[in-house]
Structures are given as C-alpha cells and as structure tokens.
T-cell receptor
Framework: DVKVTQSSRYLVKRTGEKVFLECVQDMDHENMFWYRQDPGLGLRLIYFSYDVKMKEKGDIPEGYSVSREKKERFSLILESASTNQTSMYLC??????????????FGEGSWLTVV | KQEVTQIPAALSVPEGENLVLNCSFTDSAIYNLQWFRQDPGKGLTSLLLIQSSQREQTSGRLNASLDKSSGRSTLYIAASQPGDSATYLCAVRRGGFKTIFGAGTRLFVKA
C-alpha cells in the first residue's frame, strides 16, 4: 500500500514563528502536493513539485515556501506564521503526470493552530 | 474555468439503504475523476478512479460512473452501513497537475 506520512498531526505555534511541515511518501512518486483545507473553502493547492528541486505555485502560495531535496520528501515552510494560516494541511503524492490512471494519495493531515 | 459541484451537501439515510451521491463538472475535457472518502479530522482516502475513457468503476459495494458529455459522475453505495458515514469528495483532473475538488457530501448512515 502507498503510504504518505505527515510527521506532525497536531501543532500549536506562535505568530511569527517559522514552521516546518514534513511529508514523506514511500512509493517513488514523482509528484507531491501540499493542500490546505478550510471549512467552506474546500481543498486549495498551495504548492506542488514534479521532481526533486522542482516546484510550482498552486492557487494560494503567499506566505508559504516548499523544499524538495529528496524524491520521497516534500516540506512546507511557513516563514512567519500568522493566525490566518491556522488550518488543516494535507500532503499528497501521485505518479508522473500525463497518466490518466494516476491516483492521488493523501496523508493523514496536519492540524496547525497559530496563536 | 473548471468548477466541481456536489449535491446534496449533506445526506442522512437509514442503514441498509442504497444511495447515490452526485458530482457535476463544467468542463468535459478531463483526464480522470476520482472519488475520495474523508473521516472527521483525517486525510482523504481514495475510493475509485475513473479514467476519461472509462464509463464506470466498481469496488465492493461502491460503483462510480462517469458521463463526460453531460459533466456528471455518480457514486453508488449499496446496502449502506453506519461505517460508511463520512464526507465523500469527488475530484476532477485536467491536463498537467491541476485537480479540482468538490466541496463534498457529508453522509450519515443511521443504525
């Protein structure tokens, strides 16, 4: 089974702190994604990566950055956390794009509260 | 711009009932459509993926259909159980990396 692991399930951080959310997948997937999910707004794509050291902005990249130094690991960074970044963060992965049969697999989510 | 709509937003049914969840999308140029289940406070679990060239997919008590021309997909759940209670989301993938998610249907199956 594909496993996407988000190392932190629940975090509480202070405004202005630098926050790292880590994600690891074990299926050698090329593509990795970070979403945030908020009530009434659904899932919104923050960043995605289609290869090591490659990244593309999603719909809401402001206030976030990402790092992908190894194929299996994709990190989301909040440079200076703010209260409006309190949310559920979901990491996902999939095989190379272009394949119509490429399932997206999600991690368990990371609940971040910024106080 | 692709939009994905799921109706109803919430549904409550008695145990044992067969039910249908609906997903509609505005642009028929899709690569695939995927159905997910999400339990409260958890991530999304993939249930079924239908490629654009396919009409339906089945897994156990679940059957998903796709009609690209009308921009619709349905998820049929047979003989519903309390353990089926969750939020069900559909997601449409276009070319490249873009996947658009619906807001979901919250299902409650009463014992």
């Amino acid at each position: 089974d594909v496993k996407v692991t988000q190392s932190s399930r629940y975090l509480v951080k202070r405004t202005g702190e630098k926050v790292f959310l880590e994600c690891v997948q074990d299926m050698d997937h090329e593509n990795m994604f970070w979403y945030r999910q908020d009530p009434g707004l659904g899932l919104r794509l923050i960043y995605f990566s289609y290869d090591v050291k490659m990244k593309e902005k999603g719909d809401i990249p402001e206030g976030y950055s990402v790092s992908r130094e190894k194929k299996e690991r994709f990190s989301l960074i909040l440079e200076s956390a703010s209260t409006n970044q309190t949310s559920m963060y979901l990491c996902a992965s999939s095989l190379d794009t272009g394949g119509a049969g490429n399932t997206i697999y999600f991690g368990e989510g990371s609940w971040l509260t910024v106080v | 711009k692709q939009e994905v709509t799921q109706i109803p937003a919430a549904l409550s049914v008695p145990e044992g009932e067969n039910l249908v969840l609906n997903c509609s999308f505005t642009d028929s140029a899709i690569y695939n459509l995927q159905w997910f289940r999400q339990d409260p406070g958890k991530g999304l679990t993939s249930l079924l993926l239908i490629q654009s060239s396919q009409r339906e997919q089945t897994s156990g008590r679940l059957n998903a259909s796709l009609d690209k021309s009308s921009g619709r997909s349905t998820l049929y759940i047979a003989a519903s159980q309390p353990g089926d209670s969750a939020t069900y989301l559909c997601a449409v993938r276009r070319g490249g990396f873009k996947t658009i998610f619906g807001a979901g249907t919250r299902l409650f199956v009463k014992a």
